[in-house]
């Protein structure tokens, strides 16, 4: 009989895989770079920043954050279900930076639907 330890271990295995996990990472810190020069620009110019990120107090830490955490998910999920190319530097740069639009694909490819039937159907309710 396996032991609640060897189930944990034996899915971990499943879902490891070091390329995946190097391009995730790769991913969050060019996010995080990408949103640490925008709330940069937003003190320098006074106006409100390109990726629509609220900043002040502690927003501009939390937005920070979610955004690198939220790109090393998306590009992670998306290099297991191997949506990427995980040894290409340009993918990782566009992760990086366009991740909540890489999202709904992501959802879509779980739902079982197309990507573009996701983007008319986000298209139509605007």
Not at 12 to 31: H, N, R, T
Not at 37 to 62: A, E, H, I, K, S
Not at 92 to 120: C, D, F, H, K, Y
């Amino acid at each position: 009989m396996a032991t609640i330890g060897d189930v944990v271990q034996n899915a971990l295995k499943s879902v490891y895989d070091p390329a995946v996990l190097s391009f995730a990472l790769a991913c969050g810190i060019i996010a995080l770079a990408i949103c640490v020069l925008d709330w940069v620009g937003t003190l320098l110019l006074g106006r409100p920043g390109l990726l629509g990120v609220g900043f002040g107090g502690w927003r501009t830490f939390q937005s920070i954050l979610l955004w690198g955490v939220g790109a090393v998910l998306g590009a992670y999920l998306g290099g297991l279900v191997q949506l990427f190319d995980t040894e290409s530097t340009n993918a990782r740069v566009i992760v990086g930076i366009g991740w909540p639009t890489v999202l709904p694909r992501l959802l879509s490819m779980a739902s079982g639907g197309t990507p573009e039937a996701e983007q008319n159907e986000e298209e139509d309710m605007r």
